[in-house]
Nanobody
Framework: VQLQASGGGSVEAGGSLRLSCTAS????????LAWFRQAPGKDREFVAT????????YYRDSVKGRFTISRDNAKNTVYLQMNSLKPEDTAVYYC???????????????????WGQGTQVTVSS
């Protein structure tokens, strides 16, 4: 599987963006997926994850209630809907995946072995 992220851009605080990450290959439905982000001068951090069957989603505390992760296995795509954006959400956002035989989720970047290229999200105050 290869991942391709898109949908980033520049918005004002309070605005919304939807990121997409589309996969090539026929095993997308067997992958647990996640979004991470990295702001300038900071370590990459976990944002949200979704299990292969979409049974569980999990978010970092600072985005709960504002961001929603979802997936469409028929379209080989995972989404991150971001609402009520804040300047501190500014970062490069990465999608990541790992093959999963069960229905587990993971929040550490080292648990993922497939990464998309980043897409820049800039939120101005």
């Amino acid at each position: 599987v290869q991942l391709q992220a898109s949908g980033g851009g520049s918005v004002e605080a309070g605005g919304s963006l939807r990121l997409s990450c589309t996969a090539s290959g026929r095993t997308f439905s067997s992958y647990a997926l996640a979004w991470f982000r990295q702001a300038p001068g900071k370590d990459r951090e976990f944002v949200a994850t979704i299990t292969r069957r979409s049974s569980i989603t999990y978010y970092r505390d600072s985005v709960k209630g504002r961001f929603t992760i979802s997936r469409d296995n028929a379209k080989n795509t995972v989404y991150l809907q971001m609402n009520s954006l804040k300047p501190e959400d500014t970062a490069v956002y990465y999608c990541a995946g790992r093959s999963e035989s069960g229905d587990l989720y993971y929040i550490r970047d080292y648990d993922y072995d497939v990464w998309g290229q980043g897409t820049q999200v800039t939120v101005s105050s």
